[in-house]
T-cell receptor
Framework: NAGVMQNPRHLVRRRGQEARLRCSPM?????VYWYRQLPEEGLKFMVY????????ESGMPKERFSAEFPKEGPSILRIQQVVRGDSAAYFC????????????FGSGTRLTVV | AQKITQTQPGMFVQEKEAVTLDCTYD???????LFWYKQPSSGEMIFLIY??????QNATEGRYSLNFQKARKSANLVISASQLGDSAMYFC?????????????????FGQGTILTVHP
């Protein structure tokens, strides 16, 4: 039973390029969450999605960031026109419906903007 | 809005001794869950232990136990018999439960973390 799969593990982008981060939830998990961790800080919530629906995007920057979780395939976090301040670790987590304790993180994607 | 506070930026402990990492939380909701995660230098987030707000017993998982004091809004992590491999960053987090019958779950709110160093 594979855990939450994130890829790539490391991503380097030049300023102005686009970054696409992928997350496949655990089997049986229909809820996906994205978090960002800046150096020396805790994780900050970005967005919560279920299949084909954005449930809570209160932590998403208003511009350049978007997320989707299509009916088929992984969840995608997309950052357009990246800037140096976007350099961070981006974690995806998934959980099953109707359970408070089942919350599993992927290994994260380390984005470096040069 | 909910808030998690971890007041210890860094903690040191001798190998084989016990250590307590502090966590206090603030919420007006009655239904919530509390989590502890370990983040080693390799960067992944490792789930350690969970406590539901209505759980009457303190949660335990091997060498980890959660000292849950609801009236004081604290959820301290106790690690017994520390090992060198316990050296890592530790995060406390909270998740609200909403919806009918408390069946709706959402995001985690994290504290700032505590760096634990275990000395041989």
């Amino acid at each position: 039973n594979a855990g939450v799969m994130q890829n790539p593990r490391h991503l380097v982008r030049r300023r102005g390029q686009e970054a696409r981060l992928r997350c496949s939830p655990m089997k049986g998990h229909s809820h996906v969450y994205w978090y960002r961790q800046l150096p020396e800080e805790g994780l900050k919530f970005m967005v919560y999605l279920q299949k084909e629906n954005i449930i809570d995007e209160s932590g998403m920057p208003k511009e350049r960031f978007s997320a989707e979780f299509p009916k088929e395939g992984p969840s995608i976090l997309r950052i357009q026109q990246v800037v140096r301040g976007d350099s961070a670790a981006y974690f995806c987590a998934s959980s099953p419906p109707n359970r408070g304790d089942g919350y599993t993180f992927g290994s994260g994607t380390r984005l470096t903007v040069v | 809005a909910q808030k998690i506070t971890q007041t210890q930026p860094g903690m040191f402990v001798q190998e084989k001794e016990a250590v307590t990492l502090d966590c206090t939380y603030d919420t007006s909701d009655q239904s919530y869950g509390l989590f502890w995660y370990k983040q080693p230098s390799s960067g992944e987030m490792i789930f350690l232990i969970y406590q539901g707000s209505y759980d009457e017993q303190n949660a335990t998982e091997g060498r980890y136990s959660l000292n849950f004091q609801k009236a004081r809004k604290s959820a301290n992590l106790v690690i017994s018999a520390s090992q060198l491999g316990d050296s890592a960053m530790y995060f406390c987090a909270m998740r609200l439960q909403g919806g009918a019958g408390g069946t709706s779950y959402g995001k985690l709110t994290f504290g700032q973390g505590t760096i634990l160093t275990v000395h041989p």
